[in-house]
């Protein structure tokens, strides 16, 4: 069977469908830990675990101003460049985590010129897989590439464009058309699927991978919405919010064969170091943690994680935040709220029309216990971030 799945690109017509008009079915939760002052971001009550952080391992690759890439590796802390920043070079839009040989896909841009390129940690120059132009305002030709741990495998999406959500919780979607690269060969893999970006995540194994998209609720198999109600507030029931008549569903796609095959509500997955596990978003900020061989999946929770609709004056289609590892099914490494307490800055070089914003941090938590620590304690939310475990490497 090919490997094929088509979905037709709509526009921006919102729908508060018949199958849900209220925020309750997907229990949006107000956190905990509200503002005080809305200049400043909401914190999270400690106290930090230190000794989580000697679990932590692997690389945090972050944006730097004039096409810049740093990588920060933990736990020891040391510090690298991954990129050297220079004026007048492209600058990085989005990227990847690393693979076991320490590259990174990522698309760049400089005026309307966009290239998505793989990058190397060795100092070795880089090499581009294609080009494109971007077109007025923010739209952008290539988003959310995902690099596969191994394989030499990549997935892109391509001319993304925004579905608003009406309905609580308003999320946005940014869909596109999605592209497999086989980065060795420089060539697009046969392939059609309509994605949202930032969605996809590889098994170690680099032969398959998970990936969201907005799909027809009559597609979705039966029991489906009651099955994930039921873990998210607690009831079964089939009401569910959809953006453009369509609702958003995580897919597990083989490489080999071309198979596909729905695994549950949600958009966005992040699959485990070990394979084992994934942990899905749903509709709005609520986070699932799914069974990879026996699909049973549960709520799962942790201290203060960060969601874009967190900020104070961002929605969460501009900082989704959220986890950027799942570190053996135990650990998450993810964006993170300041703790109380911890001295918190704002952000410099700012567009006059949005002022400063709050810092933010990188954290990790176990989901058994909901400890946590801080890995940085200040990073800008408007930094691309990737976290790649040694484990997956």
Same mark, same amino acid.
């Given at each position: 069977?090919?490997?094929?799945?088509?979905?037709?690109?709509?526009?921006?017509?919102?729908?508060?469908?018949?199958?849900?008009?209220?925020?309750?079915?997907?229990?949006?939760?107000?956190?905990?830990?509200?503002?005080?002052?809305?200049?400043?971001?909401?914190?999270?009550?400690?106290?930090?675990?230190? #000794?989580?952080?000697?679990?932590?391992?692997?690389?945090?690759?972050?944006?730097?101003?004039?096409?810049?890439?740093?990588?920060?590796? /933990?736990? #020891? +802390?040391?510090?690298?460049?991954?990129?050297?920043?220079?004026? #007048?070079?492209?600058?990085?839009?989005?990227?990847?985590?690393?693979?076991?040989? +320490?590259?990174?896909?990522?698309?760049?841009?400089?005026?309307?010129?966009?290239?998505?390129?793989?990058?190397?940690?060795?100092?070795?120059?880089?090499?581009? %897989?294609?080009?494109?132009?971007?077109?007025?305002?923010?739209?952008?030709?290539?988003?959310?590439?995902?690099?596969?741990?191994?394989?030499?495998?990549?997935?892109?999406?391509?001319?993304?464009?925004?579905?608003?959500?009406?309905?609580?919780?308003?999320?946005?979607?940014?869909?596109?058309?999605?592209? %497999?690269? #086989?980065?060795?060969?420089?060539?697009?893999?046969?392939?059609?699927?309509?994605?949202?970006?930032?969605?996809? /995540?590889?098994?170690?194994?680099?032969?398959?991978?998970?990936?969201?998209?907005?799909? /027809?609720?009559?597609?979705?198999?039966?029991?489906?919405?009651?099955?994930?109600?039921?873990?998210?507030?607690?009831?079964?029931?089939?009401?569910?919010?959809?953006?453009?008549?369509?609702?958003?569903?995580?897919?597990?796609?083989?490489?080999?064969?071309?198979?596909?095959?729905?695994?549950?509500?949600?958009?966005?997955?992040?699959?485990?170091?070990?394979?084992?596990?994934?942990? %899905?978003?749903?509709?709005?900020?609520?986070?699932?943690?799914?069974?990879?061989?026996?699909?049973?999946?549960?709520?799962?929770?942790?201290?203060?994680?960060?969601?874009?609709?967190?900020?104070?004056?961002?929605?969460?289609?501009?900082?989704?935040?959220?986890?950027?590892?799942?570190?053996?099914?135990?650990?998450?490494?993810?964006?993170?709220?300041?703790?109380?307490?911890?001295?918190?800055?704002?952000?410099?070089?700012?567009?006059?029309?949005?002022?400063?914003?709050?810092?933010?941090?990188?954290?990790?938590?176990?989901?058994?216990?909901?400890?946590?620590?801080?890995?940085?304690?200040?990073?800008?939310?408007?930094?691309?971030?990737?976290?790649?475990?040694?484990?997956?490497?």
């Amino acid at each position: 069977m090919g490997l094929f799945m088509r979905f037709s690109l709509c526009g921006v017509s919102l729908l508060a469908a018949p199958l849900f008009s209220s925020a309750e079915a997907f229990a949006q939760e107000k956190p905990s830990f509200g503002p005080t002052d809305p200049s400043k971001p909401m914190t999270v009550d400690g106290p930090e675990t230190a #000794d989580l952080r000697a679990l932590v391992r692997g690389t945090l690759l972050t944006t730097e101003p004039l096409g810049g890439l740093a990588c920060l590796d /933990s736990p #020891d +802390g040391k510090n690298s460049q991954f990129r050297e920043a220079k004026r #007048d070079q492209p600058i990085v839009e989005s990227l990847s985590d690393l693979d076991w040989e +320490g590259n990174s896909l990522v698309d760049m841009s400089q005026g309307n010129d966009a290239s998505l390129r793989i990058e190397r940690a060795d100092g070795r120059p880089g090499r581009e %897989i294609a080009r494109g132009r971007n077109g007025l305002g923010f739209q952008r030709t290539f988003a959310g590439p995902c690099l596969a741990p191994r394989g030499n495998h990549g997935i892109v999406v391509r001319d993304p464009q925004a579905v608003y959500m009406q309905a609580d919780p308003q999320t946005t979607f940014h869909e596109g058309k999605a592209e %497999i690269w #086989d980065l060795a060969a420089g060539k697009k893999v046969d392939f059609e699927m309509t994605a949202l970006v930032g969605s996809a /995540s590889w098994f170690p194994d680099g032969k398959s991978f998970c990936i969201a998209a907005l799909v /027809s609720p009559e597609g979705i198999p039966v029991g489906a919405f009651e099955d994930y109600n039921q873990q998210a507030i607690g009831r079964r029931t089939s009401l569910v919010p959809v953006a453009d008549r369509r609702v958003p569903a995580v897919f597990h796609v083989r490489l080999d064969g071309g198979t596909k095959t729905f695994l549950q509500i949600g958009r966005r997955c992040v699959v485990a170091t070990d394979g084992a596990s994934i942990l %899905i978003p749903g509709i709005g900020t609520e986070w699932m943690k799914r069974d990879v061989k026996t699909g049973k999946f549960q709520r799962v929770r942790w201290q203060g994680v960060f969601h874009g609709r967190d900020h104070p004056v961002r929605r969460l289609s501009t900082y989704e935040g959220g986890p950027l590892a799942f570190i053996d099914g135990v650990l998450v490494v993810y964006w993170g709220l300041p703790t109380m307490g911890a001295e918190t800055g704002v952000t410099k070089n700012n567009s006059p029309l949005d002022g400063e914003k709050p810092m933010l941090t990188i954290k990790a938590a176990r989901l058994s216990d909901g400890r946590f620590v801080t890995l940085v304690p200040s990073i800008d939310p408007r930094d691309k971030v990737s976290f790649s475990a040694s484990a997956a490497r």
